[in-house]
Every structure is written in C-alpha cells, then in structure tokens.
C-alpha cells in the first residue's frame, strides 16, 4: 500500500499556484494534524507514505519508479478529492502506462454533481470505475 500526503514548509509558499487557487492548502504543514493519515488506517511498516504537493501522486514524486520496481502494472486509487487528486492521479497513472482502477464509493468529493462528473471522464479517458466490490473480487484472484 502507498499512501500519500500533501505537506508544505511552514511558510506554504512552496505550494505555487495551486496553494493560490486554494489558500486552505497553506495550512498543510507538519504541525497540523490534518496532515496524517486518515485515522483508522494503520500504516504498516511495509507500507509506504509519499509526500506530494500537487494532485497528482506521480508528479514530483518517485511512485512511478517505485510500481515500475515492484513490478506493478495496476494501481487501485482511493481517497478524494474524486475532481483533483484522484482525477490527476488517474491521468498521471494511464501516461505513465499503468492500469488505474477508481471503487466509486472509496472516492469523494465536495459536491455529488463534480464527483460524478469526473468519475464520468476518468471512466472514459483513463481508468475503470468500478464497485467496491468488483475490486475485492478482483484482490481475491490475485496470486
């Protein structure tokens, strides 16, 4: 499992143009709990945390490097916002040549209207979207 997070120096000038179009954005520095991990999610040692700036989990960071390592050719992306970070990681993934598969009730975002919206174009351009449940089947006949 890769988690990711967005995390800016205490400053949060290092966020550029996407801090401006979301000044909120500012406030995710190390000293703010909402920088963790969502409670209830345990981090396990095997597990990595990536540190990320932008929507996409791919831009500026060594994912694309560390699946190809291992050998991934699939990503399951969940988490929100389902019109931001889920939407670029998803274009990110499919550029990059990996399979990207969205569980539309593990993705949200702050409206239903965007949310479907995007699940609606990532559907079409870059992944599949498909039910929770699909992909539990789908982990289920992994070796």
Do not use: W
């Not at 981090?43 to 929507?55: A, F, W």
């Not at 960071?61 to 050998?71: F, Q, W």
Request: proline share 4%; aromatic share 6%; charged share 20%.
């Amino acid at each position: 499992i890769i988690f990711t997070k967005v995390l800016y120096h205490s400053h949060g000038k290092d966020g550029g143009v996407f801090a401006q179009k979301v000044p909120i954005l500012r406030t995710m520095t190390a000293d703010n709990p909402l920088t963790e991990i969502v409670p209830g999610l345990q981090v396990s040692e095997d597990d990595t945390v990536l540190t990320k700036k932008y929507p996409s989990a791919f831009f500026g960071t060594e994912l694309a490097s560390m699946l190809t390592a291992r050998g991934c050719d699939t990503i399951i992306l969940v988490g929100c916002s389902t019109s931001g970070c889920i939407r670029a990681t998803a274009l990110d993934a499919m550029q990059h040549g990996f399979r990207c598969i969205v569980p539309r009730e593990c993705v949200g975002d702050r409206t239903r209207e965007v949310h479907e919206s995007n699940l609606f174009d990532i559907n079409a351009k870059n992944g599949d979207v498909v039910s929770a449940s699909e992909v539990h089947e789908y982990l289920e006949k992994l070796p």
